[in-house]
Nanobody
Framework: QVQLVESGGGLVQPGGSLRLSCTAS????????MAWYRQAPGKQRDVVAT???????NYVDSVKGRFTISADNAKNTMYLQMNSLKPEDTAVYYC?????????????WGQGTQVTVSS
């Protein structure tokens, strides 16, 4: 069994910062890729940022220059540093891990953490 646990969400004023974390535990052979997604009320879940095992990153245009995705592979942990937050960043944020496990390649999701940007 593999479990992803997220932390770090909350309420922040516009212009503020938050740091999200997501840690995977269980029977993991390797991490192939990781990503952060977000889902605002009434909208579909969209990718925000991705990072490969080798550290290559990509971001959706709306967060470029404000968000930074990183990972500590030794700790099976991924981070999302969010700066200069805007009200439109309000959403539930989900982590996504593509893993190699004893069952073969699998994709897992975190439970989601609420980020609210409001004055």
């Amino acid at each position: 069994q593999v479990q992803l646990v997220e932390s770090g969400g909350g309420l922040v004023q516009p212009g503020g910062s938050l740091r999200l974390s997501c840690t995977a535990s269980g029977s993991i052979f390797s991490i192939n890729a990781m990503a952060w997604y977000r889902q605002a009320p009434g909208k579909q879940r969209d990718v925000v940022a991705t990072i490969t095992r080798g550290g290559s990153t990509n971001y959706v245009d709306s967060v470029k220059g404000r968000f930074t995705i990183s990972a500590d592979n030794a700790k099976n942990t991924m981070y999302l540093q969010m700066n200069s937050l805007k009200p439109e960043d309000t959403a539930v944020y989900y982590c996504n891990f593509k893993l190699r496990t004893h069952l073969g390649p699998r994709t897992y999701w975190g439970q989601g953490t609420q980020v609210t940007v409001s004055s």
